[in-house]
């Protein structure tokens, strides 16, 4: 009989929570309200605030005059922020954890120092967090800041201010911390992963390490559900990574003794259910109709 067992930490973080949360009442509060960019990384979940009333715009200048735009969770660069304020309301859903850093960038340059922030290039949380300083590095990882380091030897004399992505791996980033203390003469480190995501990739490793299978469940475009996919297939041998229920081919899934399910910051209760509930119903009939078979052949 195989068993399917919940991740301790999945799903929801209080950001992504709270961003959402805003929006809803945004919906109905009857003002007229746009979203800038996808207000999470979950495309599920923005099509249901469209169907509440949101409309979602891709630039600052799409945003209609006097409309009411909400800030992603992931955050915005500082020129987005002065361009959205001049053109009417902001609600600013951006997760705090993600404007504490800002602050910090901010702060380490106005003080003489370089940012140096640890992160996916191009990831929206790492393009804001640049955006509030004028001269940001910004480095995937401690092979990057390595070679960083080496292109200029003043690098290394350089006061220097270290923070992260909220969503990156404990490991990756302790190896940039050991690496910049070492060789760094300067420099200044803010730990700035966020707890919520400790805690998830903690409860999917451990999950993982006794699973036969693990089922991932979040939107492609979530870099945080990419980290527990690749933690998770560190430690177990099968790994399906999934947005939502339909997804999955529970006959992919047939033999394994033990399945665990872990879950994405940005994916929401509802398609967790959905998953776990098809997981559970089709395991039980597969199996059934196994046993069946076996019995025939005997
Ligand atoms: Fe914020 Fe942490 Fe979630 S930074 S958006 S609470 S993963």
């Known amino acids: 009989m195989s068993s399917v067992t919940m991740a301790e930490h999945a ?21 007229r309200c746009v979203m800038l960019g996808s207000l999470i990384h979950n495309d599920s979940v923005v099509r249901r605030l469209e169907s509440m009333g949101l409309t979602s715009v891709s630039k600052p200048e799409d945003v209609p005059e006097g409309a009411t735009v909400i800030i992603r969770s992931h955050g915005e660069p500082k020129a987005v922020h002065e361009a959205l304020s001049a053109r009417g309301e902001i609600l600013d859903a951006t997760c705090p954890n993600v404007s504490r850093i800002h602050k910090i960038v901010a702060e380490a340059e106005q003080a003489g120092r370089q940012p140096v922030i640890i992160g996916t290039p191009n990831h929206p949380e790492i393009t804001a ?4 300083c004028t001269h940001p590095v910004v480095l995937a990882d401690a092979e990057e800041l390595e070679k960083w380091l080496d292109k200029d030897s ?23 911390v050991e690496k910049a203390k070492k060789e760094c003469t300067n420099l200044k480190v803010f730990d700035t992963i966020c707890s919520a995501t400790c805690k998830r990739q903690e409860a999917a490793q451990a999950l993982a390490a006794k699973s036969d299978a693990m089922i991932v469940i979040g939107d ?26 339909e997804d999955l081919e529970p006959s992919n899934l047939y033999g394994k003794a033990s399945i665990g399910i872990t879950a994405g910051a940005s994916t929401p209760g509802w398609i967790i259910k959905e998953v776990y509930n098809k997981m559970s119903d089709e395991i039980m009939e597969i199996e059934e109709s196994f046993a069946e078979l076996l019995e025939k052949s005997i």
Request: with cysteine; aromatic share 6%; net charge positive.
């Open 11 to 31: 799903g929801f973080c209080y950001g992504v929570k709270r961003a959402v949360e805003m929006a809803e009442q945004a919906a109905s509060s009857g003002k």
């Open 129 to 132: 967090i640049a955006g509030w």
């Open 154 to 176: 003043e690098n290394r004399k350089k006061p220097l201010t270290l923070v992260s992505q909220t969503t990156a791996a404990r490991k990756s980033w302790d190896l940039c």
């Open 220 to 245: 492609r475009k979530s870099s945080n559900t990419r980290r527990l996919a690749e933690l998770c297939a560190a430690l177990c041998p099968q790994v399906l990574w999934i947005e939502r229920a």
